[in-house]
């Protein structure tokens, strides 16, 4: 071993050597390879802090007025530049062997800026907007809005339950009244029948006058029959002059008897016709009765089928944790009189048909007295049987004549037995009646809240501030345009139209919705409440309560900045005119409530209907007031039962919360508001950039080692020469 040791001839100088090479090329390589791994470490780290540099860069007076982050201020490039070269600096020097070398040694070759997101775009302005209000809007939400109106859900709940029943009862008792009405009208047609037709007057004075000339018609043929038989004896003997005269006297007797025959024949055809017609004509008359009576039964049967419903539902309802009004809502007590009831329609039915009948009996002794005319017409003599018949014709005339006289006292004038049933009408004819004059006092009431609207108009001044309008209608456009998705459908403001009690229907119907909202404000409506919260809070409203310079309003009113959210809301490009739509939702909410409190304020009239009525006239007439106040003072009383005071601005937070739809309409309307102010087009103001740089380092290995170091490095990086090349993509967003 110590021979080879210190052998003469170099082997183990060569050997050393050829380790010591091999130690030194992996050292180099081991080197290299360490500098990658730092290069590729600190230029990330580089690139990261000056991406996010470029995106500090932001347009303060977006962000001080919005809230919203947005690219602004120095040149993107030239300020990563910058950054880049700092930012290399700086986190390489602590590697520096002295003040003049570093380890590592970084070179950016080149670099490109792209801007992939721009605040316009609904996706990231409504992300901005969520992440803004993400701690605000449930504060705001819950202070300005459940605080104050979650108090009424209850009562709102159960006044449009009650005013749903209402509503179908009063659809009910106005069809059974309109049946009774018309079964009352025909039955008085049945009792005009009579008088009306020929009957009358052919049963009596015409049948009674053919039975007084009974005798004398039988004397006329008598007389007649012995002219004839004088005239055949004596033709031969008598002169032409006697001869005339007895013609001429059996030509008086034959005219006597024609026009007898005549008048009786026209009194047994009248009595005849007239009975038949007339029978037929009442029994008709009596069937539609009839049919509208069982009509009018099945009405009132529905009437208190719903009625029973409705007060068993009530039963129990009143409890300690509910509001005040609420607690006032579940102490009405209405009556029943609504309701008939089976004993008067089987009483109205039984005396239709004696009506009927009575008509019929008087009607066929008609028919029978005519007969009896025209057999004794068809058999004229004189005896005993005959004058029986006679008397018995008499008789049948004189009891027909008063029959008919009590018929048409009954019921035709003065109807005494159609009084009663006239009288049965007249408590819901009154009823209507006030119900009709509730319909008046609405009407003149409505005619004074358009009164308290004229203040919100304006004549001049208009067509100057249009301009505005205009401009910010092509921007709302152009971004809907640029945004173009499938967009969900605007909800829209429900009409106030139709009855009185309908209009307060949909106002309380419209109320309890937005109430049900608020009470399950989740997840499901979470971003609308977010994005509702963003705009109360960012944008300006009509500044209501401050309208008017000696009752006009003033131009500076009129412009676009006092009227964000209302347009926001309703989209209206015209001044003045999404202020006139929030002030009708308002009166709807208004009325809505007045009429809830207009159940208790008139609950002492017990009738279902006629406190409904007077309800929805308390409720308009308080609602008129409320808006004037409103115009006046800027803010109403939320109820009697709450005494909170509710600023027009709160309003705006309901509506928003009601009309969810439409959302991407809405961003757009928001977004040109913004660009209205700021004078920023949004779709061209970015939000993210994304940097493909490229970065270089000198590599301390041979030449022939280089490639080695460059073999064993990431797949994005490659080795030219002695140079390390990494070509990165680092992207930077608000």
Known sequence: MKNWLFRSDGTVTIFCTLIMMFLVVFLMVLIDFSRILLFQRTTESALKL?????????????????????????????????????????????????????????????????????????????????????????????????????????????????????????????????????????????????????????????????????????????????????????????????????????????????????????????????????????????????????????????????????????????????????????????????????????????????????????????????????????????????????????LLVVDLSSRIQQYRSNYESPAVLLAEWEQSMGSSREISSQLAEYEQQFEESIAALDAIKALLSAEEGMQSVQASYDELQKRYQSNSERNASERSSEQDSPELTGSSKKQAASSVTQLSSILQLMGNASAAVRDHVYLNEFVMGKYSSFPMGKLTDEGKLSQELLEVSQQEIEYILYGIHEPLANVLLAYGEIFAVRFAIRTIEGFVANRALTHPLLIFGAAVVHGIKQAVADMGELVREGKTELSRYAPVQVDYKQYLRLFLLLHRGGKEARLSRMIAVIEHNTGLTLLAVPTSITAQVELSMTLWSLPGLSNIAGAISPMDSEVEGNAYQRSELISASY
């Open 50 to 394: 000056s991406a996010q540099s470029v995106i500090s860069a932001y347009d303060r007076e977006l962000y001080r007025r919005y809230g919203l982050f947005a690219r602004g201020g120095s040149d993107a490039e030239q300020l990563f530049r910058q950054a880049m070269e700092l930012n290399l600096l700086n986190s390489l020097s602590i590697f520096s062997v002295d003040q003049g070398s570093d380890f590592v040694q970084p070179k950016l070759e080149r670099f490109e800026l792209f801007e992939t997101e721009y605040l316009g775009q609904h996706a990231v302005f409504e992300r901005q907007v969520m992440e803004e209000m993400k701690y605000k809007a449930p504060i705001d939400f819950t202070l300005e809005l459940l605080e104050q109106w979650l108090p009424l859900k209850d009562a709102v709940s159960k006044a449009e339950g009650m005013m749903t029943v209402m509503t179908e009862l009063e659809k009910l008792f106005e069809d059974r009244e309109q049946k009774l009405e018309q079964a009352l009208s025909l039955q008085r047609q049945l009792g005009e029948k009579l008088g009306t037709s020929g009957f009358p007057t052919a049963a009596t004075s015409s049948a009674q006058s053919t039975l007084n000339s009974y005798t004398q018609y039988v004397s006329w043929l008598s007389s007649e029959s012995s002219l004839s038989l004088e005239i055949a004896q004596k033709l031969d003997v008598l002169d032409v002059e006697q001869l005339i005269e007895l013609e001429e006297r059996r030509y008086k007797y034959s005219s006597q008897i024609s026009s007898y025959l005549y008048t009786a024949a026209n009194v047994t055809t009248a009595l005849s016709t007239e009975t038949e017609r007339l029978l037929v004509e009442s029994e008709q008359l009596a069937d539609q009765i009839d049919n509208l009576l069982q009509e009018a039964r099945a009405l009132d049967q529905t009437i208190n089928i719903q009625y029973q419903l409705y007060l068993k539902g009530q039963s129990g309802s009143l409890t300690d944790g509910s509001s005040e009004l609420k607690n006032e809502l579940d102490k009405l007590d209405f009556d029943d009189s609504m309701i008939r009831g089976e004993q008067y329609y089987n009483q109205y039915r039984r005396a239709v048909r004696e009506q009927q009948a009575s008509l019929r009996e008087i009607l066929q002794d008609g028919s029978a007295l005519g007969s009896q005319i025209r057999s004794l017409v068809d058999q004229p003599t004189i005896n005993i049987e005959v004058n029986q018949r006679l008397n018995e014709a008499n």
